[in-house]
Nanobody, 127 residues
């Protein structure tokens, strides 16, 4: 049974940091490109960051570049999103997704490309 479980969300003050984790099971993460998306109330789900199955190709949305970093540990079947210098506009539910691929250097920016999703973790940035 495929599962993706996010953790690490919470309430943080502006300028603070959080590290989100996404633990996966039921499939071999090595063969999957992965990504992080977020959805704020009343808004569409938007791309945050993605990484290829090899880990060699990364992409971050313009709104988070330089503040957020995606990474993966295939041995632990886990992906991460390090979030620094958080802003109130980063408040959203954050979701991890996975897409099977044989291409080691491909990543995906559209949520419709992803096969599997976690249930999300709430991040609230407020003073």
């Amino acid at each position: 049974q495929v599962q993706l479980v996010e953790s690490g969300g919470g309430l943080v003050q502006p300028g603070g940091s959080l590290r989100l984790s996404c633990a996966t099971s039921g499939f071999t993460l090595d063969h999957y490109a992965i990504g992080w998306f977020r959805q704020a109330p009343g808004k569409e789900r938007e791309f945050v960051a993605a990484i290829s199955s090899s880990g060699g190709i990364l992409a971050h949305a313009d709104s988070v570049r330089g503040r957020f970093t995606i990474s993966r540990d295939n041995a632990k079947s886990t992906m991460y999103l390090q979030m620094n210098s958080l802003k109130p506009e980063d408040t959203a539910v954050y979701y991890c997704g996975a897409k099977g691929t044989f291409n080691l250097r491909t990543l995906y920016r559209r949520s419709s490309d992803y096969s599997y999703w976690g249930h999300g973790t709430q991040v609230t940035v407020s003073s």
